[in-house]
């Protein structure tokens, strides 16, 4: 399927992330896949695999895990099966991970798998992709950690979007002393709004125009955290959330962006 504008979509997975990115022409890369840990329900499956063929998706090019942790990466063992994946790209890989493994065992043979840091750069038509965290580091092979969660930031123009992941505070002050100038009008919430992310210092550095916050309704881990919502509203960002507005689409169409949620018609920004 065509698209004439980068288009962002953030699925409603419950708790966890999962993001569509259309590029201008028909590149599709799609940022990890949602997930339930212990549960019999299969998001990949169920959600996030439908959403794509109402797309008219049959091929993802970039296949991104941001990390290991089963709300990002569960998901995509469905998405593996069911679709062709050109590229598959992460950061750091789990020392022990079943779901990991079987994922990997899933990707076809004529995958391209890389393993991107920061500094990494890559174009798609019009739109510049960089990854600004995590540094490169040994072991390639370690414990999940929120904080080597990998961050990436697309530019079109005049928008740019960052992408943050599950970073915490640490990593947000080592994205800042690397790259200063960051500035992204669309931020994914770090960590789906919890108080262990989304500093001050980091908010004044990205200057967010609209943040999107994945969560899910009702969530166990009281995310977003109310302290957090309000330092977005103080920065004076609009505030979206999948637990409210289901799924959340973004795009960056000449001037202006368009957003529109399942439980809304598009507006402008």
């Given amino acids: 399927r065509f698209s004439p504008v980068l288009?962002?979509?953030?699925?409603?997975?419950?708790?966890?992330?999962?993001?569509?990115?259309?590029?201008?022409?028909?590149?599709?890369?799609?940022?990890?896949?949602?997930?339930?840990?212990?549960?019999?329900?299969?998001?990949?499956?169920?959600?996030?695999?439908?959403?794509?063929?109402?797309?008219?998706?049959?091929?993802?090019?970039?296949?991104?895990?941001?990390?290991?942790?089963?709300?990002?990466?569960?998901?995509?063992?469905?998405?593996?099966?069911?679709?062709?994946?050109?590229?598959?790209?992460?950061?750091?890989?789990?020392?022990?991970?079943?779901?990991?493994?079987?994922?990997?065992?899933?990707?076809?043979?004529?995958?391209?798998?890389?393993?991107?840091?920061?500094?990494?750069?890559?174009r798609e038509g019009p739109v510049a992709i960089e990854v600004l965290?995590?540094?490169l580091s040994a072991p390639l092979e370690r414990k999940v950690n929120n904080d080597d969660s990998l961050v990436l930031r697309l530019t079109t123009g005049e928008y740019s979007f960052l992408l943050a992941a599950d970073i915490g505070v640490e990593a947000e002050k080592n994205i800042i002393v690397y790259r200063p100038d960051f500035r992204?009008?669309?931020?994914?919430?770090?960590?789906?709004?919890?108080r262990t992310s989304s500093s001050a210092a980091f908010l004044a550095a990205v200057r967010p125009e609209v943040v999107i916050i994945c969560a899910g309704r009702g969530n166990l881990y009281g995310v977003p955290h109310p302290e957090i919502v309000e330092r977005y509203r103080a920065a004076g960002a609009r505030i979206l959330r999948t637990d409210d507005d289901g799924a959340v689409e973004i795009s960056a169409a000449g001037r202006s962006l368009v957003i529109r949620t399942a439980a809304s018609p598009p507006q402008p920004d």
Avoid: C
């Fill in 133 to 135: 965290h995590p540094k």
């Fill in 7 to 122: 288009r962002l979509t953030f699925l409603d997975v419950g708790q966890g992330d999962s993001i569509l990115v259309e590029f201008p022409g028909r590149k599709k890369m799609l940022v990890d896949g949602g997930g339930v840990p212990g549960a019999s329900f299969d998001v990949g499956e169920h959600v996030v695999s439908p959403f794509l063929w109402r797309r008219g998706i049959k091929r993802i090019d970039y296949l991104v895990l941001t990390h290991a942790h089963p709300d990002h990466l569960n998901g995509l063992l469905a998405v593996a099966r069911n679709f062709k994946v050109a590229e598959f790209w992460e950061a750091f890989s789990p020392d022990d991970s079943p779901a990991y493994t079987q994922l990997k065992r899933t990707l076809i043979r004529g995958t391209v798998q890389r393993r991107v840091f920061r500094g990494f750069r890559h």
């Fill in 184 to 194: 992204s009008q669309v931020l994914k919430s770090p960590h789906h709004g919890s």
